[in-house]
């Protein structure tokens, strides 16, 4: 089975040309390219992919983000497919006051192209906050700054078509600086990927749904989808092939590719289907502020740590569990009885949706037991 850096192993070596144009698994990768370790290496104004990949080498594997980065960097810093492109505008921050984690950097593909890359959540606990606020706020922090930096970068390289695309919470970032923006930058746009990225409210969708801007964005889902089946969608989706289970699907890494596309999958599995059901349920039968108090004292508690990330909590259990569990005896009464009605409404929800799958399994097989029966008859 094969992925990304196999693809840029095989398929490194050829330009991007007429006979063998920008696809698909190119995007995936320049939307994967915005998660490395550019706050930790000196950048200049204008880099080169090449110039990028030899300040990172001397890092070692564990001080990247995901498993498989350190070897992508690698890969694309030799590949004359992309080494030669030019890196401009890169911007991060993670501002815990705020509850905001951004990112974004722009790769030019050419001298008529260009693609905008959207961070996706970190390993910050502020980020993930952020990516919770979503239950209960119509728009979050990175999403206006993802428009802000697309009409930013479209100003400032103003004869150049534009792709954009991102890898979980940066798919989202890239579908809502797209449809937010003016009409002459929509008309600049060749396509926006969001791969396994969230969806939005329906005050959202309602607001966007029937622009134009729709048809040119496409979201790629693995078969196991959890992250990118929550909230709505109303742009094309893929599923696509991964060789990992459940959440872990999420690891872009995991996706498999042949030649120049992912290999497709024909539907999501009953698990991915339960969950999305599970989570839409408790969407639709809580309120913002029951969701608002849910996500902030889950946070507060984390929080309580000091910790910056789950990492970092994790790693010293010993030390942090006494402090949640501390913290938890402060919070109102008020607020745990909405915490556990939350929780319950979850689990309550989602043993429903398989009693009834059971169910229906349960009618067919007798049906096909009586049909059965009567032939013998």
């Not at 990247?64 to 810093?77: A, H, P, V």
């Not at 501002?95 to 260009?114: P, R």
């Not at 969230?198 to 889902?221: A, H």
């Not at 929780?343 to 349960?362: A, G, P, R």
Request: charged fraction near 30%.
């Amino acid at each position: 089975m094969s992925n990304i850096n196999d693809y840029l192993v095989w398929r490194g070596d050829i330009p991007i040309n007429s006979k063998f144009k920008f696809n698909e698994i190119d995007s995936m990768i320049l939307a994967r390219f915005s998660y490395l370790i550019f706050d930790r290496i000196k950048m200049s104004k204008i880099e080169t992919i090449e110039s990028i990949s030899n300040k990172m080498k001397d890092f070692e594997n564990e001080e990247f983000l995901y498993n498989g980065d350190k070897e992508l960097i690698t890969n694309l810093g030799v590949s004359k497919r992309f080494k030669d492109m030019l890196v401009t505008d890169f911007v991060k921050t993670n501002n815990k006051e705020h509850e905001k984690q951004f990112g974004a950097i722009t790769v030019h593909i050419s001298d008529k192209e260009m693609y905008i890359s959207y961070i996706g959540t970190d390993n910050t606990i502020n980020g993930w906050k952020e990516d919770l606020n979503m239950a209960f706020m119509d728009n979050v922090p990175c999403q206006i700054s993802g428009k802000q930096y697309l009409e930013k970068v479209a100003n400032k390289y103003i004869d150049k078509k534009i792709r954009i695309g991102g890898h979980s919470k940066g798919g989202n970032v890239a579908m809502y600086s797209a449809i937010a923006s003016s009409e002459e930058i929509q008309k600049r746009i060749i396509k926006v990927y969001n791969y396994d990225g969230p969806g939005f409210s329906k005050k959202i969708i309602n607001k966007y749904g029937n622009s134009k801007i729709i048809n040119k964005i496409e979201t790629y889902v693995p078969q196991d989808s959890i992250i990118g089946k929550i909230l709505n969608h109303k742009e094309k989706t893929t599923i696509t092939l991964s060789t990992e289970k459940s959440i872990w699907q999420h690891d872009i890494y995991s996706w498999q590719v042949l030649a120049d596309k992912m290999i497709k999958s024909e539907k999501n599995t009953i698990t991915s289907e339960n969950i999305d059901k599970t989570l839409t349920d408790w969407l639709e039968t809580t309120t913002n502020e029951q969701r608002k108090i849910f996500v902030d004292v889950i946070f507060e508690l984390f929080n309580s740590t000091n910790a910056n990330t789950f990492s970092e909590i994790s790693s010293n259990l010993k030390e942090n569990v006494p402090k949640i569990l501390r913290k938890y005896k402060e919070i109102s009464q008020e607020d745990k009885k909405i915490i556990t009605e939350m929780i319950k409404i979850i689990i309550t929800s989602y043993m429903n949706i398989i009693k009834e799958q059971e169910l229906v399994k349960f009618d067919s097989i007798k049906a096909r037991y009586i049909k059965k029966n009567n032939r013998k008859e």
